[in-house]
């Protein structure tokens, strides 16, 4: 970038901290779940309000601009 600007600023911070969202939990490794998984009914499942969320893993260049950015 050329010239930076605040709005140019605030952008990446916007920016960062979205791309920071999008990073996998961090987990201890070596635990496990035995439990089985749950299979609910096509009611059960209308009626509950858990909505599906996907994350999308950010590219490399967003991970370089975010590094950059907490610098």
Excluded: C, K
């Amino acid at each position: 970038m050329a010239e930076w600007t605040p709005h140019a600023v605030a952008h990446r911070f916007v920016e960062a901290s979205q791309t920071a969202h999008r990073l996998p939990a961090v987990r201890v490794q070596g635990y496990f779940n035995t439990w089985p998984a749950i299979v609910r009914t096509p009611y059960e499942r209308m009626a509950s309000e858990d909505a599906p969320i996907y994350r999308y893993p950010p590219t490399p260049a967003e991970t370089e601009r975010m590094l950059e950015v907490m610098l």
